[in-house]
């Protein structure tokens, strides 16, 4: 296990070797790798906001429902 720095976030990455030899389970962990990075990630310049919360403020404060 070692961890990813990304502009000061840092993430836990256990390399698996299913990765090298599966290509379901890479693309299990691209979609799980996605759905982290737009709705659990926080971002500063959104206010602390995921991307897909600030989506949704947006869109709201906005009148697009």
Do not use: C
Not at 6 to 16: D, I, L, Q, T
Not at 43 to 61: F, G, M, R
């Amino acid at each position: 296990m070692f961890t990813l720095t990304h502009f000061g976030a840092e993430v836990s990455y256990k390399p698996r070797l299913e990765l090298l030899t599966k290509p379901e389970s890479m693309k299990l962990d691209v979609e799980e790798y996605i759905r982290y990075y737009n709705h659990e990630r926080q971002h500063t310049t959104l206010e602390d906001l995921t991307p897909i919360s600030y989506e949704k403020l947006q869109s709201k404060v906005s009148g697009w429902t």
